[in-house]
T-cell receptor
Framework: GAGVSQTPSNKVTEKGKYVELRCDPI?????LYWYRQSLGQGPEFLIYFQGTGAADDSGLPNDRFFAVRPEGSVSTLKIQRTERGDSAVYLC??????????????FGEGSRLTVL | SQQGEEDPQALSIQEGENATMNCSYK?????LQWYRQNSGRGLVHLILIRSNEREKHSGRLRVTLDTSKKSSSLLITASRAADTASYFC??????????FGAGTTVTVRA
C-alpha cells in the first residue's frame, strides 16, 4: 500500500483480555516504531525496530507489552492481561532509515484501544 | 517522558491571521521536527530543522531554532480553516528516537 496501514482501527476489549495490534509499514522501510498516544497528549515512544530486531524497547511500560517483527516488515504489538490504563491510540510509524538522518517518520492512522 | 513542551496548549485565530507556537526542549538535539495531527488521524511531517540551522521555510510555514535557549517556533502565515489541527514538535537525542511534546491545538475560525 501507499502508506502505513494499521489494523484494527478500533478495538474494544474487557479488562484482562489479550490484544494484538498490527502494523504494515511502507514497503522498503527498514525502521518501524510504535508509539502510544493518550488523550490530549503527544505520542510516547514504545519500541523501535531496525529490520527484524527490536533495537530499543525501553518505552514498553511493563512485561505485559511485547512486539515482534519476524520478517522485517509487518509488526504486531501484543498486550497481555489488558488494564483500563492501557486505553489509548497506538500509533505505528516507519521510515526508510534512521529518523535522525532521513528526518521524517510516516505514521499510520492508529489503533484506538479501549479497555472496559 | 516527553522531551518537548509546546506553548500555548491551545490557540484560536481568525482565518487569514498568523499562528505562532513555541517548543522548548531539555537535552541536546540533532534535529527538530514539526508534525501536524488532524483529529482522529495519524501525524503528518511538516518540516525538519537541523541543529546547525536557525531558520527554515516551507510554503506558509516558518520554523526557527535557537539551540542556546533550547527552543523552536513554528509560524503559520495566512491561516486557513484546513490548518485546524494539533501541532507537535519532536526532537531526537540520538539517531533514531523521536520524542514528542504534548502539542498545541490550533483552531482557525472562518
Amino acid at each position: 500500500g501507499a502508506g502505513v496501514s494499521q489494523t484494527p482501527s478500533n478495538k474494544v476489549t474487557e479488562k484482562g483480555k489479550y490484544v494484538e495490534l498490527r502494523c504494515d509499514p511502507i514497503s522498503g522501510h527498514t525502521a518501524l516504531y510504535w508509539y502510544r498516544q493518550s488523550l490530549g497528549q503527544g505520542p510516547e515512544f514504545l519500541i523501535y525496530f531496525q529490520g527484524t530486531g527490536a533495537a530499543d524497547d525501553s518505552g514498553l511500560p511493563n512485561d505485559r507489552f511485547f512486539a515482534v517483527r519476524p520478517e522485517g516488515s509487518v509488526s504486531t504489538l501484543k498486550i497481555q492481561r489488558t488494564e483500563r490504563g492501557d486505553s489509548a491510540v497506538y500509533l505505528c510509524a516507519s521510515s526508510p532509515g534512521l529518523a535522525g538522518e532521513t528526518g521524517e517518520l510516516f505514521f499510520g492512522e492508529g489503533s484506538r484501544l479501549t479497555v472496559l | 517522558s516527553q522531551q518537548g513542551e509546546e506553548d500555548p496548549q491551545a490557540l484560536s485565530i481568525q482565518e487569514g491571521e498568523n499562528a505562532t507556537m513555541n517548543c522548548s526542549y531539555k537535552t541536546s538535539i540533532n534535529n527538530l521536527q514539526w508534525y501536524r495531527q488532524n483529529s482522529g488521524r495519524g501525524l503528518v511531517h511538516l518540516i525538519l530543522i537541523r541543529s546547525n540551522e536557525r531558520e527554515k521555510h516551507s510554503g506558509r510555514l516558518r520554523v526557527t531554532l535557537d539551540t542556546s535557549k533550547k527552543s523552536s517556533s513554528l509560524l503559520i502565515t495566512a491561516s486557513r480553516a484546513a490548518d485546524t489541527a494539533s501541532y507537535f514538535c519532536a526532537t531526537d537525542s540520538n539517531d533514531y528516537k523521536l520524542s514528542f511534546g504534548a502539542g498545541t491545538t490550533v483552531t482557525v475560525r472562518a
